[in-house]
């Protein structure tokens, strides 16, 4: 693992508990790790592997703030999508946020 500082320890931290909270869109929220996995270096890190897939596997799933220039039927469409995706994976992610909040906490 790397060496990476207080502040980025406290930001994959952050991202995991609100996952876990439910404080973030789900996918969102795994996208907002592996941009801080890459950020700070970390692509060897596998504790993140989990979060790579679920961005790949949703990439063509708009994300909350571009939402308004898609229609209501397709929105429809893609929340049915998205609602099942996220009910088939949503357990194993918590349990890599929890991974990393342990690996990453001060």
């Known amino acids: 693992m790397e060496t990476i500082n207080e502040k980025s320890r406290k930001e994959i931290v952050d991202a995991c508990l609100r996952i876990v909270n439910n404080d973030v869109d789900f996918i969102d929220g795994c996208r907002k790790l592996v941009s801080l996995r890459n950020r700070l270096n970390l692509e060897q890190d596998s504790d993140f592997l ?25 929105l429809d469409q893609i929340d049915k999508e998205i609602a099942e995706y996220v009910s088939q994976v949503r357990f194993s992610i918590i349990d890599a946020c929890n991974v990393l909040i342990m690996k990453y906490k001060s």
Do not use: L, M, Q
Not at 64 to 72: A, D, E, G, L, Q
């Open 50 to 74: 989990s979060f790579v897939g679920v961005v790949s596997e949703t990439d063509d799933y708009p994300s909350p703030n571009i939402r308004t220039n898609f229609s209501k039927d397709y």
